[in-house]
């Protein structure tokens, strides 16, 4: 298997880093050739050494002082600033060779979903080898209104890309197992998140369906979660597996 790009995105602070750091390390462990990626001009300190790295273009910093822009709109003109590079990221993946490229997206989550850019640098490095690995932070996650919420932000991502798209649970080592067992059993069941959401939210049952969750499901919005601890390295494996299931098993890469 050769080139697949997979894009780490979620929540501000929900482990994109960090499993992008430890994914790379359990995978030089197991003889797979990854390059890491930093598309985040912003970030002060990035867990992993990154083979390419748009701070050594521009920083969030150099664009605020240069166009005289707030932390925001100086995050608007980076990401047009990195699509415009993205050819120039596709010779030096190029040059690597790797088997792997593990891209870390920035922490405001939106800039990555809903600018044109990342479209740009998907579509510019390689479409067809690409995958997005949405994290569920745990600690979004542990009530089913913001475990819904979670599906709702995983959802848009998938809508917007329409490349395959995995789910993981983050920093689970954070979690009671019976938390653990709970957000799991939502996330492959969706009588069961409904149940727990009209429980929750009663005054909100008129109005709640559990069809909205099966036509995720139908969708291949709404699946099961691999759980991921980085800092105790499990679940790397099965993130693994998935990823060889979508390119290796000929499925219908944009559904499931
Ligand atoms: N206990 C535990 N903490 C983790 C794990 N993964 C990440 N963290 C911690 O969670 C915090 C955020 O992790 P990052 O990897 O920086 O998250 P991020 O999504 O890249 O953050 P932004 O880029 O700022 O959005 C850090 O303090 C990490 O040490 C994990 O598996 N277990
Ligand atoms: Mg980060």
Redesign the pocket.
């Known amino acids: 298997m050769e080139g697949v790009f997979l894009y780490f995105t979620?929540?501000?602070?929900?482990?994109?880093?960090?499993?992008t750091?430890?994914f790379k390390v359990w995978m030089d462990k197991m003889g797979y050739n990854a390059t890491t990626i930093n598309l985040?001009p912003g970030?002060e300190r990035i867990?992993y050494p990154a083979d390419i790295d748009v701070r050594d273009w521009f920083t969030l910093s150099d664009i605020m002082e240069e166009y005289g822009l707030g932390p925001n709109g100086a995050q608007i003109v980076a990401a047009d600033m990195i699509a415009l590079r993205a050819g120039e990221i596709r010779e030096l993946v190029n040059e690597m060779e790797s088997d792997y490229c593990l891209v870390?997206t920035?922490?405001?989550?939106e800039l990555f979903t809903f600018r044109e850019c990342s479209k740009i640098i998907i579509k510019t490095l390689n479409e067809e080898k690409s995958v997005i690995v949405f994290?569920f932070d745990p600690m979004l996650s542990t009530t089913p209104s913001n475990f819904v919420s979670q599906i709702l932000l995983g959802s848009t991502t998938q809508f917007r890309f329409y490349i395959p798209t995995i789910n993981v649970l983050?920093?689970?080592?954070?979690l009671e197992e019976e938390q653990l067992e709970q957000i799991l059993n939502w996330s492959k069941n969706p009588d069961a998140l409904y149940d727990a959401l009209v429980i929750e939210t009663p005054d909100m049952k008129g109005e709640l369906s559990v069809e909205l969750f099966r036509a995720f499901e139908n969708l291949g919005t709404y699946k099961e979660l691999i759980p991921?601890?980085?800092?105790?390295m499990t679940g790397l494996e099965d993130l693994y597996s998935m990823v060889q299931q979508i390119f290796a098993g000929g499925e219908d890469l944009a559904s499931d």
């Open positions: 979620g929540c501000a602070g929900s482990g994109k880093s960090t499993l750091q430890s985040d970030v867990p870390d920035p922490g405001q989550m994290l983050s920093k689970i080592d954070l991921i601890s980085s800092e105790e």
